[in-house]
C-alpha cells in the first residue's frame, strides 16, 4: 500500500510565477489536510478538504493562496504570484476518515518550495 | 485549538544515553489525543506514538516510552539508548476529538553523537 504521494519533492520559481503543488493521499484515505513548514519552525494548519469539499482552510493566507481535490486525481494546493516568503516545506497528510477523532494522519514526504 | 509548548529547543547527547523531550499543552477539550511525530535530516514525517487522555497508563514500545500527566497537561517522550538514527526534530502535537488538524509544537531538535 504506498503511501502518502506528494510531487514535485523540490519546486523552485521565480518570484511572480505560480507554483502548484500535488498530493495523493493514501489508497482509501478520503481526507486531505495541507500544512506548511517555514524554515526553524513547526507546521502550521493550511485546509483541510474532503473530495470535492474544502471543509476548513483557516490557515489559508486570505491572498494567492488555493486547494482542491476534485472527484478524480491528487489534491492541488497552488499559489499565485509566489513570493519570498512563500519559500517553505509544503506537507500534505491524509486519513481515512473522522470516526473517533482519534485517527492518525500520514504524512507525505513534502514539497520543498524555493522561491528565488 | 490547541497550544503547545516544546521548551526545549535542542538536545545532544552522546549515543547510548536517554533523552526525554517535554511537551506541555494546553487545551479546552475534555477529550483528546496526544501524538509524537519525528522529522528526521532526510525532511519526511514519521508518526510515533498516540496517546488518548481518557488513558494515563504510560507504556514502552521498543526503545520508546512515554510519560503523560494529565493533571500537569504533560505528555513527555523518552528515547532509552539512543542511537546516532534517533538524530531528528520531534514534534509534539494534541488533537481534540472534534478537531481535525493537529497543533504542532515548534519541535525539539535531538543530536545524537558516536
Known amino acids: 500500500n504506498a503511501g502518502v504521494m506528494q510531487n514535485p519533492r523540490h519546486l523552485v520559481r521565480r518570484r511572480g510565477q505560480e507554483a502548484r503543488l500535488r498530493c495523493s493521499p493514501m489508497k482509501g484515505h478520503s481526507h486531505v489536510y495541507w500544512y506548511r513548514q517555514l524554515p526553524e519552525e513547526g507546521l502550521k494548519f493550511m485546509v483541510y478538504l474532503q473530495k470535492e469539499n474544502i471543509i476548513d482552510e483557516s490557515g489559508m493566507p486570505k491572498e494567492r493562496f488555493s486547494a482542491e481535490f476534485p472527484k478524480e486525481g491528487p489534491s492541488i494546493l497552488r499559489i499565485q504570484q509566489v513570493v519570498r516568503g512563500d519559500s517553505a516545506a509544503y506537507f500534505c497528510a491524509s486519513s481515512p476518515s473522522l470516526v473517533a477523532g482519534d485517527n492518525e494522519q500520514f504524512f507525505g514526504p513534502g514539497t520543498r518550495l524555493t522561491v528565488l | 485549538a490547541q497550544k503547545v509548548t516544546q521548551a526545549q529547543t535542542e538536545i545532544s547527547v552522546v549515543e547510548k544515553e536517554d533523552v526525554t523531550l517535554d511537551c506541555v499543552y494546553e487545551?479546552?477539550?475534555?477529550?483528546?489525543?496526544l501524538f509524537w511525530y519525528k522529522q528526521p535530516p532526510s525532511g519526511e514525517l514519521v508518526f510515533l506514538i498516540r496517546r488518548n487522555s481518557f488513558d494515563e497508563q504510560n507504556e514502552i514500545s521498543g526503545r520508546y516510552s512515554w510519560n503523560f500527566q494529565k493533571s500537569t497537561s504533560s505528555f513527555n517522550f523518552t528515547i532509552t539508548a539512543s542511537q546516532v538514527v534517533d538524530s531528528a526534530v520531534y514534534f509534539c502535537?494534541?488533537?481534540?476529538?472534534?478537531?481535525?488538524?493537529?497543533?504542532f509544537g515548534a519541535g525539539t531538535t535531538v543530536t545524537v553523537r558516536a
Open positions: 502535537a494534541p488533537k481534540g476529538v472534534t478537531d481535525y488538524k493537529l497543533s
Open positions: 487545551t479546552r477539550d475534555t477529550t483528546y489525543y
